[in-house]
């Protein structure tokens, strides 16, 4: 038995767009009552394979065909060419409300929703206070869902889908719509499937979701695949083709040192207006050793050109480890310094004065963007640097520690022993 879960081969799919409308009878006798259409291909020829108990993301820009494939593999839309196989009980959260009636109330829409998943009432009534619980809408679960918040339709939503028992569960980036608490809770849910060895597609615009869940991932665009790789890959190269659309990605050649400025491309920008020309880092004793000891202090630069004088720009940060975890992430921003750029070169440098970091090699991204989150350019990874402890801990970071002994009275055990060991006598 084959253990590919999703085949999708060779699917594309058109839409066919409509240009305005005729506005008299004239125009329509003359063009046959035919509204002029273009053809759209949401997708071109994509190929995936995603095996059992694999968890796969799907990177791309908007309108790149991301949702449309999702749609394809779900069996919402037929693919124009190409054939999608399914081997398991699917169960789907494409968009915002979908499958959901307006005028029925969340208990309702939960049974409606199961029938269409192919369950039977008995199945959904064994389920049903596990959905509730999940939603935590047991309050408004008698209320029409047209009434609902965004919120609320996201967690009734996931909750009907992760508890109907799927063989695959397919995600589409509804999720960022949830709290931030419900969305650790979904995570949650989605790593407790991973365990089972379930199948998961997930399409999100999270570069830190892709990297802590999925094994691997593909980008997508203009309909097109332009790369399957791990994550970590796959987000770079997502984040460098989204600014090479644009105009402003900066291409880094391999043998170039990374301490070497890069040509960057002249002209003002409008939408893009500042870019990273370099990354690079320094330390104590740079020059005689190639790593930095625990303790010692860090700078990280980031050399920029702005094309046209910008105000509120802001510059990040972000550390990994070894694995691609993101652990230390900030901006200026965060750090509270506005910066006010005028048109020509410059450099932002980010100084850790303590490092806290253990044995082990680490790797920086750097970035560029608005104060309203615009990105302007990116460079992933822009550098890597190795650590060495002096000491004898072990593990990640170091911290300062103390240990002491307690007075041996009766007063301080109690103050900190379970209540069930305050009795004990101490030892004399």
Same mark, same amino acid.
């Given at each position: 038995m084959s253990d590919i879960a999703v085949d999708v081969k060779d699917v594309s799919k058109r839409f066919r767009l409509a240009h305005g409308r005729y506005n008299s009878i004239k125009e329509r006798v003359i063009h046959g009552g035919r509204a002029p259409t273009e053809e759209f291909w949401a997708l071109k020829n994509v190929a995936l394979q995603v095996s059992e108990g694999e968890t796969v993301g799907i990177l791309g820009r908007?309108?790149?065909?991301?949702? @449309?494939?999702?749609?394809?593999?779900?069996?919402?839309?037929?693919?124009?060419?190409?054939?999608?196989?399914?081997?398991?009980?699917?169960?789907?959260? +494409?968009?915002?409300?979908?499958?959901?009636?307006?005028d029925l109330t969340g208990r309702e829409n939960i049974y409606l929703n199961g029938s269409l998943l192919g369950m039977s009432k008995k199945e959904v009534d064994r389920v049903f206070d596990a959905i509730v619980d999940f939603s935590e809408l047991e309050a408004f679960i008698d209320g029409a869902v047209k009434f609902y918040s965004s919120g609320m339709y996201v967690r009734l939503g996931f909750a009907v889908a992760v508890n109907v028992d799927p063989d695959i569960l397919v995600i589409d980036e509804v999720l960022a719509v949830g709290d931030e608490r419900f969305q650790r809770k979904c995570i949650d849910r989605v790593k407790a499937f991973q365990k089972e060895g379930r199948t998961i597609l997930l399409v999100t615009h999270s570069p830190d979701q892709v990297r802590a869940i999925c094994d691997r991932a593909i980008v997508l665009s203009h309909g097109n695949v332009v790369s399957e790789a791990l994550p970590g890959e796959a987000v770079r190269i997502f984040r460098e083709g989204l600014l090479e659309e644009e105009g402003t990605l900066v291409v880094v050649p391999e043998e170039q040192s990374e301490e070497r400025p890069i040509e960057v491309r002249p002209g003002p920008d409008v939408e893009?207006?500042?870019? %990273? @020309?370099?990354?690079?880092? @320094?330390?104590?004793?740079?020059?005689?050793?190639?790593?930095?000891?625990?303790?010692?202090? +860090?700078?990280?630069?980031?050399?920029?050109?702005?094309? %046209?004088?910008t105000d509120d720009v802001v510059f990040s940060l972000e550390l990994r480890d070894n694995d691609g975890n993101c652990f230390m992430r900030t901006d200026t921003d965060i750090?509270?310094?506005? /910066?006010? +750029?005028?048109?020509?070169?410059?450099?932002?440098? /980010?100084? %850790?004065?303590?490092?806290? +970091?253990?044995?082990?090699?680490?790797?920086?991204?750097?970035?560029?963007?608005?104060?309203?989150?615009?990105?302007?350019?990116?460079?992933?990874?822009?550098?890597?640097?190795?650590?060495m402890s002096p000491g004898k801990a072990t593990g990640f970071i170091t911290l300062p520690v103390r240990a002491v002994l307690a007075p041996p009275e009766r007063e301080s055990i109690a103050l900190m022993a379970p209540q069930e060991l305050a009795h004990l006598e101490p030892q004399v």
């Open positions: 908007n309108g790149s065909g991301k949702s @449309t494939l999702l749609k394809c593999i779900c069996g919402v839309l037929q693919p124009t060419t190409g054939e999608v196989v399914v081997r398991g009980k699917l169960a789907g959260l +494409l968009e915002l409300g979908a499958g959901f009636q307006q893009h207006p500042v870019r %990273i @020309t370099y990354a690079a880092h @320094t330390y104590p004793r740079f020059e005689e050793v190639a790593y930095l000891s625990t303790g010692d202090s +860090l700078t990280i630069g980031v050399g920029y050109h702005a094309s %046209i004088a750090l509270g310094l506005r /910066f006010d +750029l005028p048109v020509g070169p410059g450099l932002v440098n /980010f100084v %850790i004065d303590d490092v806290p +970091l253990l044995d082990g090699k680490f790797s920086y991204s750097v970035g560029i963007l608005s104060k309203g989150g615009v990105l302007f350019d990116w460079k992933e990874p822009a550098g890597s640097f190795d650590v």
